[in-house]
């Protein structure tokens, strides 16, 4: 039985010793806040009207009766109209051992429920950059972390690969591009498509300077800009299936797409299943023309298609172009149509940028206006802000851009390097050298980005993220690797670990039992409140925690062979729970450094 369930039933039964069976009170009991001493509180305020007491009175003599009647209960202290409980040490070594025996220790039994988490979602006219990597790594760590909790998840990624942006690069290609390919440049597909996104802007700029050195307006300029013209038309024609123009868009997307699973074996991420908005689109305008004929949405005299949401408290919002070509929120009505049509999902998570945030409330109020309320209620926007580096915000069209590959680089190459000076990597091979400092590397980066709560702006500093000491990924996985030291020796020695240990433990071992205790608590919390970061916040205490310990306390020259057993074995369940936590943020964790 589980220690909450334990404490609760302790309390009803004394309760209802005292004051009878209780007829719709409900009893509150939860963790002891760390400046009190105790283990589990309960709160005794709502069994004032039978005790007759005051707060104190009551709390007392529930507390009284609590430690009489059940010896796992050691003690009690009341502050106010709470009552404080400490376990016996008994009790944690007694659930210590279950915890051992837990082969699934830390997750939960199946739930039944479905949900597909969409991440990623990258444009097809560029390569993947640290704001895509926020994204990808927060959007497979929330994934796992809902596996954990027992529900059926779909990982999915919606490529947009077709829009007025990916004209832009492919029309670039074709004025300057003189025929280069990824074969002939030597370049990543997905990289030499975004030199052309680039491309595309900086002849964009000039034509504007142009037509206002010509008096024009820079609103008047920014419309009437020849290469803008032309590649609006160029969407045009691929909307209506234009064998050239379609021809390039399949090679083009076909570089992008090698470049992209590059970079996603790279940074250890994968999908379950890949929408693209070429193929949802035209099922998106079937639903606007649906919605006409409902009379949800309206058409103005220029032929495009809108909803008027000003009565909802937002505005009006386009659905469709004059010209008849779709936007975003287009393909997003036919791809959530799509996937809940298909996949009989429970839930639908997005995981995308703050900066769109209105969109999604548009979505889900237009998916309830045509009659889809029950997929609707359904989706959340999983919001997170902006990566930002120390000089400044990054933008794709200037180039300005952290790419992806190279920050994935640079971070495995300053590892290797600092490892090398520190003694990290003596005595492993080369090949382990490597598999070291890639882990690191990834590490360092997976975790300084997942500890930030995903609603915040984040900085991301390098420098700051490779470091052996302090809230690092690097610390925790280097912690891993001296559990895993410690327990190769002993094997060495002979030492069998599997027996059940007779020996007190001491105060600080009571409390890594404990915080051991709170992880299937944390793993639900995370799966609650989608947050990666408190997997993080828990894996980084626990090793900090076992530090302190393992500095003041001796593991493999302890004497008394059952005190050994029993610190082998604590330390070993340390690992494995520290091993599951990483997981679920996406990273390794090395058996030697």
């Given amino acids: 039985m589980k220690i909450e369930e334990f404490i609760s039933q302790a309390v009803l039964r004394s309760v209802e010793a005292l004051y009878g069976k209780l007829e719709g009170e409900q009893l509150q009991i939860q963790k002891t806040r760390k400046e009190f001493e105790g283990d589990y509180t309960t709160v005794v305020f709502p069994l004032l009207r039978r005790s007759r007491k005051s707060p104190e009175a009551t709390a007392a003599e529930i507390g009284e009766h609590i430690v009489a009647n059940t010896p796992e209960i050691k003690a009690y202290n009341v502050i106010k109209g709470f009552l404080n409980l400490s376990l016996a040490d008994d009790c944690w070594t007694a659930r210590f051992e279950e915890i051992r025996a837990d082969e699934h220790f830390g997750e939960a039994p199946a739930t039944g429920r479905t949900i597909m988490i969409e991440y990623s979602s990258p444009n097809t006219n560029k390569p993947l950059h640290l704001g895509h990597i926020r994204n990808n790594l927060l959007g497979y760590s929330v994934a796992q972390i809902l596996k954990a909790n027992g529900h059926r998840v779909i990982k999915a990624n919606l490529v947009n690969d077709r829009g007025i942006h990916i004209c832009k690069s492919m029309l ?8 280069e390919t990824p074969a002939s440049s030597g370049m990543k597909g997905d990289h030499l498509v975004g030199k052309y996104y680039v491309e595309f802007d900086k002849h964009y700029k000039a034509q504007i300077q142009e037509l206002i050195a010509a008096g024009q307006s820079e609103e008047e300029a920014k419309k009437s800009a020849p290469i803008m013209l032309e590649a609006q038309e160029m969407l045009r024609r691929w909307e209506a299936k234009d064998p050239k123009v379609y021809s390039l868009w399949e090679t083009m997307n076909g570089w992008v797409y090698e470049g992209f699973d590059v970079t996603y074996k790279a940074l250890g991420v994968d999908f379950d299943k890949v929408y693209y908005e070429s193929q949802t689109y035209l099922l998106g305008k079937s639903l606007v023309e649906e919605g006409l004929q409902k009379g949800v949405f309206f058409r103005k005299e220029d032929n495009s298609v809108w909803i008027d949401l000003e009565a909802d408290g937002l505005d009006q919002k386009l659905l469709l172009r004059g010209d008849g070509t779709s936007v975003y929120m287009t393909q997003d009505l036919g791809t959530a149509y799509r996937r809940f049509e298909d996949n009989k999902l429970d839930d639908m998570i997005y995981v995308v940028g703050n900066e769109q945030n209105y969109h999604f409330q548009v979505l889900k109020l237009v998916l309830k206006k045509l009659g889809y309320a029950d997929w609707s209620d359904h989706i959340t926007h999983l919001s997170y802000g902006m990566v930002e580096l120390p000089e400044g915000k990054m933008k794709s069209r200037e180039g300005t851009v952290v790419d992806a590959d190279d920050l994935i680089e640079k971070m495995v190459s300053t590892a290797r390097e600092m490892s090398d000076e520190l003694g990290k990597l003596d005595g492993c091979s080369e090949q382990e050298a490597n598999a070291v400092a ?7 980066l997976k975790y300084f980005i997942l500890k930030v709560d995903p609603k915040k702006t984040m900085l991301f500093d390098p420098r700051e993220s490779i470091d052996f000491n302090g809230n690092t990924g690097p610390f925790i996985q280097y912690t891993h690797a001296r559990i895993r030291s410690i327990l190769r020796k002993a094997a060495e020695s002979g030492i069998d670990c599997r027996a059940a240990a007779h020996a007190e433990c001491l105060p600080e071992e009571i409390g890594l039992i404990k915080a051991l205790n709170d992880y299937p608590a944390i793993v639900a919390s995370a799966g609650e409140n989608f947050a990666p ?3 993080g916040a828990y894996a980084y205490d626990l090793a900090k925690l076992f530090n302190g310990y393992y500095h003041d306390h001796s593991i493999l020259k302890e004497e008394d062979a059952e005190v050994r057993r029993m610190r082998l074995q604590l330390a070993e369940q ?20």
Avoid: D, F
């Fill in 533 to 535: 970061s408190i997997i």
């Fill in 172 to 179: 670039a290609w074709k004025l300057y591009g003189n025929g």
């Fill in 438 to 444: 890639t882990m690191v590397g990834l590490g360092a």
């Fill in 574 to 593: 340390v690992a494995r729970t520290i091993r599951h936590a990483m997981q679920l943020l996406g990273i390794e964790v090395p058996e030697r450094m």
